[in-house]
């Protein structure tokens, strides 16, 4: 355990292999606060950090946990915190600030059975509108789910990447059956990791002729690291290019149609996701993390019954694949959205699909994943 990364075969749990992807993507900075189901992550971490030269924090609160991301990205650094639910919510604020200051950072979220303190050991996918809309004003994250363990060390590193790339806090969307179950993880060698990651940009221009929120082509500004001589005001407040506040509707306006179109403009850059016998498919399920294993069962056990069904799985769930969403829906008779809350990206579905397909939803309140008989039988109505 003293080695910064575990190259070879593991039997892990989702969180701790999110802790062993963070580190293998330069995480050395960790600040959170108790949550079930996400307490193995702050644990780990405790754990593993200091090994490696990093810092572990239990701070007094999620709000503080936020704050700390904030600040530590500003110092350089690639920070991390897991929260659930209730967690979640307290962090919105800071999440805000930390979209305003263009701070990124990983905030893993393993959802579990809702609203308020619900079902804190049980299953849920019902933040998933909370991930993109959660803080208040207008602007763009990104969040990704992952499905496996082995997805959790991978695509925790591709959510630090993300993170650094357009500078936005990026959300782990995880669940508790994700999160908990142990299965084999790969872990590559450390050349070969470090050959895919991803560092923000560095100042191109000397301190005396820096301007902090100036874009690139690209709409994301250079950051320097606090200390390496470039000094500037940053702040929450509506700020022009140098950094300071400037509460004039143009600099508004300016500013935060910048923040929302870094990631809208580029949505093809980040939006992923992952087809599974869709050539053909007359029904497509839309899924995304422990839902899409069970979809991927339905989907075989459908193909034997000579049903053509397929299934989207959704790894980049914000920004949404509206594209791909359009393309199948001039292709298909129906799209079906399962997931374990009662109806949130079915909601997506609706507004894009409108009249050119139906648009079904097999919905669960959480507590447990969906049964596959049941999500059978349903399909089989559909189709």
Known sequence: MGK????????????????????????????????TPSNEVAERASVRLPQVGGIYIQMEDELGSMAALVGASWAGAKPMTATSGPGFSLMQENLGLAVMMEAPCVVVNVQRGSPSTGLPTAVGQADVMQARWGSHGDYEVIAIAPASPQECFDFIIKAFNLAERWRVPVVFLTDESVAHMSERVVIPPREEIIKRLVSRKKPSLPPEKFLPYKPGQDLVPEMPIAGEGYRFHTTGLTHNEKGYP???????????????????????????????????????????????????????????????????????????????????????????????NLGQVFLELERIVKERAKVFLIPNAGGEVHDPDKVFEEIKQIV
């Open 246 to 340: 400037d509460l004039s509707p143009k600099a508004q306006d300016k500013l935060v149609r910048r923040l929302v179109d870094k990631i809208r403009k580029n949505a093809d850059q980040i939006v992923e996701y992952e087809e599974f016998m869709t050539e053909d498919a007359e029904v497509v399920l839309v899924t995304f993390g422990v839902s899409s294993r069970i979809c991927r069962a339905v989907v075989k056990r459908a193909r034997k019954a000579g049903l053509k069904l397929g299934m989207l799985r959704l790894i980049v769930v914000w920004p949404f694949p509206e594209k791909k969403i359009a393309e199948l829906a001039g292709q298909v008779k129906a799209l079906v959205s399962v997931e374990i």
């Open 4 to 35: 910064d990364i575990l190259t070879g075969i593991h039997f892990l749990s989702g969180n701790h292999a999110c802790v062993e992807g963070a580190i293998a993507a330069g995480c050395r900075f960790y600040a959170g606060y108790p949550i």
